[in-house]
């Protein structure tokens, strides 16, 4: 198992990794709308998912990989009702690439924020 660190993602905010390798597969952490200096990007569910993924792109490429080899993604929203607004700015960053998806609704998420979103990549 190969632990994948990036400073151009924020720091785990508790006691895991940002991503592991393990048999040829990357496995983030779920990642939330904060940017590399731990700040919560201000906005809505567009603007928090857009800094979701560009934290998931920047630990994707730490591994070696990019959102293409995403085969999987979970995703946790604070409300179902953001469901339309996140699926649009969810399928711009995947640009016709279509991994497999779970996408529930929670009560609470880290500090808050709108969206969570982790994924299992390959390498």
């Known amino acids: 198992m190969q632990i994948i660190?990036?400073?151009?993602?924020?720091?785990?905010?508790?006691?895991?990794s940002q991503a592991v390798i393990a048999n040829g597969?990357?496995?983030?952490?779920?990642?939330?709308?904060?940017?590399?200096?731990?700040?919560?990007v201000p906005g809505g569910i567009e603007e928090?998912?857009?800094?979701?993924?560009?934290?998931?792109?920047?630990?994707l490429e730490e591994?070696?990989?990019d959102l293409s080899k995403v085969v999987k993604t979970t995703v946790f929203l604070q409300d179902l009702s953001m469901f339309v607004d996140f699926n649009g700015i969810y399928?711009?960053?995947?640009?016709?690439?279509?991994?497999?998806?779970?996408c529930v609704e929670v009560a609470k998420l880290p500090k808050d924020v709108l969206v969570e979103i982790e994924c299992i990549a390959m390498i």
Do not use: C, M, W
Request: glycine share 10%.
């Open 5 to 16: 660190h990036t400073d151009h993602a924020p720091k785990a905010i508790g006691p895991y």
């Open 25 to 40: 597969l990357l496995y983030t952490s779920g990642q939330i709308p904060l940017t590399v200096d731990g700040t919560i």
């Open 48 to 59: 928090q998912t857009k800094q979701v993924f560009a934290n998931l792109k920047a630990i």
């Open 63 to 65: 591994a070696g990989t």
């Open 91 to 102: 399928e711009e960053f995947f640009n016709g690439h279509k991994p497999a998806r779970s």
